[in-house]
């Protein structure tokens, strides 16, 4: 290395970063419940949102059951599976997946990975939890309301949603749009800790383009949020409205039960544009975290530096930017005009373009790198593996003439769950693994952890693989059941079985995953501080796992990049952001 | 100052290490960063809705909202609160404290005159409609003004904070931050109104909010 020859004690300044004001808890309250502190915030946010995650994977059984033997069950009626079709799809992607990648790993790797003390605001941030906790409450309750909970479909498309008839028409949908809007308030609040901290509270040395994947990964994700919730709480405000006000805003003059309903001139495509607004950039929302915590494990258990660093930043960008210029591709069949919808299929193809080459640089990391098929690195693996499959069957849908005709299928459902489910999922499971020997201490069960992976990648694979071809086939997403249709031969049925029985196996195997999270957190062997030999800020703490304020009595500085692995002429296989040029020398 | 378009993160350092800030500035840029962060997404939140009025408007059946007139007088006091924290945040950077603890009180009043008056103002219009809310540029008027009187309730509890701070020190600085950061707020708030006020609620502004929407 050429860029060695200073002495570091020449030109770092004293460390100048006083310590932030922190808030010390002087009761078990303010401690364990109330906590001003990040890392147990983002514990906090992990814990309700696998707990209500888990809710949702139940209701994917329902209605997996369902499918798979009509009528067999007699506690599934049609309205309950449509409620569960719609709780599931709401819980999965907002309340389990926003919250634990922005909520969960946001908290408690931004301040480590920065090389800040805390987030900037810590009480607002104490407060954004609480307030999702709120949001999560609100949903959980409409469980137990009379009519139930919402059964209008993850969308809540208007009229129906609000109609008589609809599963939850009545206290249901209320709750959900409250419950919506109270999680976007709470976001807001901890979206903009977020993005501050990022922007004002780095360490020393730790310029943008310093910073891990990960972090630029939450970072846009963030941003995104900010600037598409607004879309769904303003259509939850209109549609609440429409149901408590008797307002127009989504609602068409209709008649409902044989009766005309109150409401004249509403229009139900608004709500689809805005709720599309939100809609698209949520999926990206949700995966550019994943792209950036993958970046980070592919590079660490390659042992090999991040293929075009730049490239990958600049790609995460150009996609956030391009999330909200694409929304309307989930509309096609809505009847618009040709030269939108050929305007809105162009930009989705153009998504793509940065997408893939994402997957190139990851693809080209692993190219003779040191390979350590450790339990995150399968996950990545995998994770490539489901996103490569999802990524290509939406160049099939982005397409409006090839959607068209796939709308509404299970081709549909195959290739989002593909690409915004368990590929999202391999990641969160895959971070939780890598990190989890620095936020506990300890090392959960290896056995165990492998019998989690294996059975939860082949057993995807054998529940959205066969979707895609039952969807081509033209079987309809959301029926509660299918007859009269002869264009479908009786293996569908069997497929859907055998669907069925893998998605029960792969529930069952996150079960298992959990057991090892808490049992092993007692019980597991002691990990040293830095197991992966990693390079980013938040494994040379100086405690494992790290206490409040999380650095000792300076906070580090920031010499280089998080991906110097293998470097030529050094003698281990790995530098840490904060050893200085000249320590770094063989 | 790195630069994110030319660095070439894989170099490792070889010259001075940029200080990072200290907490206390850490402190001061936050409040003003995510102030400013929290504007454009308020921004977000009223294009939406504008666009969305614009959206409604296309259609045959659309009504205009009955002229109030009230509303011509609430934009004044809003405009004079305003003014108000803009005297207040040259007073304190020229160091004069019982000035900007005048100006900060008299733009308080003066805020909450106008949310009476906002109240006063949709008691009016529902007295009009006879209560029935079913034609859409009625429902958007009292979501749009309802939204835009929560944002600044909401800048009343900052103000509120901002005048008890002023009262119980004398140090100027620190008002100066935190009058800065209230006037900043104020004249994004009315900002908001004037365009909100003169889009859709002083007479049929058809044409031109269709422009501006893209619409034609």
Not at chain 1, 200 to 222: E, K
């Amino acid at each position: 290395m050429e860029h060695v020859a200073h002495d570091e004690t020449s030109f770092v300044r004293p460390a100048e970063v006083g310590e932030m004001e922190l808030y010390h808890p002087k009761t078990w309250l303010g401690k364990y419940v109330f906590s001003q502190d990040a890392k147990t915030i983002a514990i906090q946010y992990a814990a309700t949102a696998i707990a209500i995650g888990m809710v949702a994977l139940v209701l994917s059984w329902v209605m997996r059951l369902q499918l798979a033997w009509p009528n067999t069950f007699t506690f599934i009626d049609p309205a309950y599976y449509l409620q569960a079709v719609t709780m599931h799809g709401m819980i999965m992607v907002v309340y389990l997946l926003t919250a634990l990648f922005l909520g969960g790993f946001g908290n408690y790797l931004i301040p480590l990975m920065v090389g800040a003390r805390d987030m900037v605001f810590p009480w607002l941030n104490m407060i954004s939890f609480w307030v999702y906790f709120v949001a999560v409450g609100l949903l959980a309750a409409s469980f137990l309301v009379g009519g139930g909970s919402t059964g209008a479909g993850w969308t809540l498309y208007p009229p129906q949603a609000i109609l008589p008839g609809t599963p939850g028409s009545e206290a249901g949908i209320l709750l959900m749009l409250a419950s919506l809007a109270v999680f976007i308030i709470g976001f807001t609040m901890g979206g903009l800790n977020y993005v501050v901290t990022i922007l004002q509270a780095r360490t020393r040395g730790m310029t943008l383009m310093r910073m891990p994947l990960t972090v630029w990964g939450i970072f846009v994700a963030t941003i995104l949020a900010l600037f598409a919730f607004p879309a769904l709480f303003v259509s939850a405000i209109m549609m609440s409205l429409d149901v408590l006000l008797g307002t127009s805003f989504f609602m068409p003059a209709i008649m409902t039960m044989g009766n005309e309903a109150d409401h004249v001139g509403g229009n139900p495509l608004l709500f689809q544009h805005l709720f599309w607004f939100f809609g698209h950039p949520e999926v990206y929302i949700v995966a550019l975290p994943a792209f950036g915590i993958v970046s980070d494990l592919i590079s660490i258990h390659a042992r090999k530096n991040i293929f075009g660093y730049r490239m990958m930043v600049w790609a995460i960008v150009i996609i956030g930017a391009l999330s909200f210029v694409v929304w309307a591709h989930h509309m096609y069949v809505s009847g618009m005009n040709p030269y939108f919808g050929f305007f809105f299929a162009t930009t989705t193809l153009i998504i793509a373009v940065p997408t893939a080459l994402k997957v190139y640089n990851w693809v080209l990391t692993l190219w003779q790198g040191n390979i350590h098929l450790t339990i995150p690195m399968l996950f990545s693996i995998a994770f490539l593996l489901f996103f490569i499959n999802g990524g290509m069957t939406g160049l099939f849908l982005g397409n409006a003439t090839v959607s068209m005709p796939l709308s509404d299928t299970l081709f549909v459902v195959a290739h989002f769950h593909m690409v915004m489910a368990v590929a999202p999922v391999m990641v969160v499971c895959g971070a939780i693994y890598h990190w989890y020997p620095k936020i506990t201490g300890r090392w959960y069960h290896e056995g165990m952890a492998r019998f989690h992976f294996w059975v939860t990648f082949v057993g995807s694979y054998l529940v959205f693989l066969p979707m895609h071809y039952l969807g081509i086939m033209g079987v309809p997403r959301r029926y509660f059941e299918i007859t009269g249709t002869s264009f479908l031969p009786d293996s569908a049925q069997s497929v859907n079985a055998s669907i069925t029985i893998a998605a029960l196996v792969v529930g069952f195997a996150q079960l298992v995953f959990l057991y090892n999270l808490i049992v092993s957190a007692f019980n597991g062997k002691q990990a040293p501080s830095n197991p992966w030999n990693a390079t980013t800020l938040e494994w040379q703490t100086e405690h494992t796992p790290p206490q409040h304020g999380n650095f000792g009595k300076e906070l580090p500085c920031v010499y280089r990049w998080a991906y110097d692995f293998s470097v030529p002429g050094v003698e281990e296989d790995f530098i840490p952001q904060n050893v200085p040029p000249r320590n770094a020398q063989a | 100052m790195s630069n994110i378009f030319t660095e070439q993160p894989w170099i490792a350092d070889t010259g001075p290490i940029a200080p990072a800030l200290s907490g206390a500035q850490i402190a001061t840029n936050s409040r003003r960063s995510a102030l400013k962060m929290l504007l454009s997404v308020v921004s977000v939140f009223f294009l939406l809705m504008i666009v969305a009025y614009g959206g409604r408007m296309l259609y045959q059946d659309w009504r205009p909202t009955p002229q109030i007139n009230l509303l011509w007088a609430n934009t004044g006091l809003l405009l004079l609160s305003s003014l108000c924290l803009q005297v207040a945040l040259m007073w304190a950077r020229t160091g004069k404290a019982d000035w900007v603890r005048g100006a900060l009180v008299g733009a308080g009043i003066l805020t909450v005159l106008f949310l009476v008056g906002q109240i006063a103002a949709m008691q009016q219009l529902t007295a009009m409609v006879l209560g029935d809310f079913s034609n859409p540029s009625v429902g958007f008027f009292f979501m749009i003004t309802g939204i835009h009187g929560l944002h600044m309730a909401g800048g009343m509890v900052a103000l509120v904070r901002a005048i008890s701070r002023a009262f119980g020190s004398s140090d100027v600085r620190a008002m100066e931050h935190n009058v800065s950061n209230c006037a900043l707020y104020w004249h994004y708030l009315l900002g908001v109104w004037l365009v909100v006020f003169g889009l859709l609620f002083t007479g049929n502004n058809f044409e031109v909010l269709l422009r501006i929407c893209g619409f034609i």
